[in-house]
């Protein structure tokens, strides 16, 4: 009977793990979980997405990005491109969905038994060197019971680690399109201004001209040399403004090396004839934002560590040992060994913590998680609301300076100009009309970049990315569940 009980016993907590169900093939594949991002940014930007995890991939995509910008001039879709493939710390978002990954995969896994082996009565030279050998496997109750528990929180905060990797995307490429449209309104700044100095260029020397043979005072001289001036600063000023644009564009980018030899327009594209208001904009930002998301498995992921800490309230550790013990003795001058089975059952005592204060923690994780998720439902709507107040806004305001402020000052400049063919206008008159003109189209020009800027914001607002990274309380909620005690 002893024979087929020691077997048994000893096997007991190996079948156990074996009992177990398979890790899910989810959790193994080396992309794990990066098919679910690129297809949500594809359907939201239209714009392709890579992991590369081998020197091989990089190398692929680094020949693809030196063939999309080196030496040519970039459109905003092209910058996005490459940013979306190039940047590095979007790569390391994308590393964090293997991460989860593989704590899934470790929590589907099993525990691993734990086996000891004991040599009692060295030295016993009758005995032949020992008296006897202990053997015993530990296996861990509590976890193979509450394994499904772990596994399903494990799994919440994959599919975080997933949405938050989409947010991640698409505020980069928030940041970029914003990016480019500040670089290329840069330049176009630049071209307005200098266009503005060759006037007074222009004014500076006939000032100096008529200052010489006394037409004009010294206080008139200085007034345009002053103006003159304060010009040359402000044209240097925005040339250094362009080029710290275009170095952020190509930060975003992930360029560096030959690789930033690259261009951009130098203006920016005409306003459109007209935009429409964008329909049911709150519901469109209610059911797409990859943050909501992100907070809603906050929630998720407070309730599943509810769950397994209510079952390991009273019980935190519970080990199954079973062995054997080999003794030998001598008897009537013969060596005889004894086998015997042993079986323990190892638990703490719930005397003095007795759970209360960790359900209580995660009551209230759960509670701040569900306010986390209902404050994150009424800023999207508000954001959705003034972005698309926005974006029509801002077309206006630029039609304004363009069909309105630009014409008139226009006119002003060819009134002037037929006015001084007819003797009656001072030159210096029509420098200043020809100064005026050039500010009017800066205010439009800058009025335009607005208007471009609130076109991707309301492409964030609704799709999400706005702020460059998921909310810090949400994160911080899939956080504590994840170390929700068990």
């Known amino acids: 009977m002893r024979g087929k009980t020691l077997p048994a016993m000893i096997g007991l907590p190996l079948l156990l793990a074996a009992c177990?169900?398979?890790?899910?093939?989810l959790y193994t594949a080396p992309n794990a979980g990066f098919a679910a991002v690129s297809d949500q940014t594809s359907a939201a930007i239209g714009k392709r997405t890579a992991f590369a995890q081998t020197q091989a991939e990089n190398e692929a995509i680094q020949r693809e990005v030196r063939a999309l910008?080196?030496?040519?001039?970039?459109?905003?879709?092209?910058?996005?491109?490459?940013?979306?493939?190039?940047?590095?710390?979007?790569?390391?978002?994308?590393?964090?969905?293997?991460l989860s990954a593989a704590t899934a995969w470790q929590e589907a896994t099993p525990v691993n038994p734990v086996v000891s082996i004991g040599v009692l009565g060295i030295g016993?030279?009758?005995?032949?060197?020992?008296?006897?050998?202990?053997?015993?496997?530990?296996?861990?109750?509590?976890?193979?019971?509450?394994?499904?528990?772990?596994?399903?929180l494990a799994d919440v905060n994959f599919r975080a680690a997933q949405a938050r990797a989409v947010d991640d995307t698409l505020a980069l490429a928030n940041q970029t399109r914003a990016a480019w449209i500040n670089a290329v309104a840069a330049f176009e700044t630049v071209s307005y201004l200098q266009r503005a100095k060759v006037t007074s260029d222009a004014g500076a020397e006939l000032a100096q001209r008529l200052g010489e043979t006394g037409a004009l005072n010294k206080a008139g001289q200085a007034r345009e040399f002053a103006f003159n001036a304060e010009l040359a600063g402000q044209v240097a000023q925005a040339r250094l403004n362009a080029t710290r644009?275009?170095?952020?564009?190509?930060?975003?980018?992930?360029?560096?090396?030959?690789?930033?030899?690259?261009?951009?327009?130098?203006?920016?594209?005409?306003?459109?004839?007209?935009?429409?208001?964008?329909?049911?904009?709150?519901?469109?930002?209610?059911?797409?934002?990859?943050?909501?998301?992100?907070?809603?498995?906050?929630?998720?992921?407070?309730?599943?560590?509810f769950g397994l800490t209510d079952r390991t309230r009273l019980v935190t550790d519970l080990e199954l040992i079973s062995g054997i013990e080999a003794e030998r003795e001598i008897e009537d001058g013969r060596r005889r060994t004894e086998a015997s089975p042993q079986l323990e059952l190892e638990f703490a005592i719930p005397i003095f913590d007795t759970g209360k204060a960790r359900m209580r923690k995660v009551e209230l994780s759960y509670l701040q998680a569900a306010n986390v998720l209902a404050q994150k439902a009424v800023n999207i709507r508000s954001e959705a609301r003034a972005a698309e107040a926005g974006y029509r806004a801002t077309h206006r305001i630029a039609q304004h300076y363009r069909d309105v402020l630009v014409p008139l000052r226009a006119t002003v400049e060819e009134e002037g100009l037929l006015s001084y063919n007819g003797m009656i206008t001072s030159t210096?008159?029509?420098?200043?009309?020809?100064?005026?003109?050039?500010?009017?189209?800066?205010?439009?020009?800058?009025?335009?970049?607005?208007?471009?800027?609130?076109e991707a914001d309301l492409t964030a607002a609704i799709y999400g990315g706005g702020s460059g990274a998921s909310a810090s309380s949400a994160n911080a909620a899939l956080a504590s569940a994840g170390d929700a005690d068990h």
Do not use: C
């Not at 008296?131 to 976890?143: H, K, Q, V």
């Open 20 to 25: 177990a169900s398979a890790v899910p093939d």
């Open 69 to 98: 910008v080196h030496g040519k001039t970039i459109s905003a879709d092209t910058a996005v491109q490459v940013a979306l493939l190039n940047n590095k710390g979007l790569q390391a978002s994308y590393a964090e969905i293997g």
């Open 124 to 152: 016993a030279a009758e005995l032949g060197a020992y008296r006897a050998i202990e053997g015993m496997i530990a296996s861990n109750l509590l976890a193979a019971q509450t394994r499904q528990q772990r596994m399903e």
């Open 245 to 305: 644009a275009k170095e952020e564009l190509t930060r975003l980018m992930g360029l560096w090396g030959d690789d930033v030899d690259y261009f951009v327009p130098d203006a920016l594209p005409a306003l459109p004839r007209s935009v429409g208001s964008v329909a049911g904009v709150e519901l469109r930002a209610l059911n797409n934002r990859v943050d909501l998301r992100v907070a809603k498995l906050g929630l998720e992921a407070q309730a599943a560590a």
């Open 428 to 454: 210096f008159e029509l420098i200043s009309a020809a100064r005026d003109r050039l500010g009017a189209e800066l205010q439009a020009a800058n009025a335009k970049r607005d208007f471009y800027l609130a």
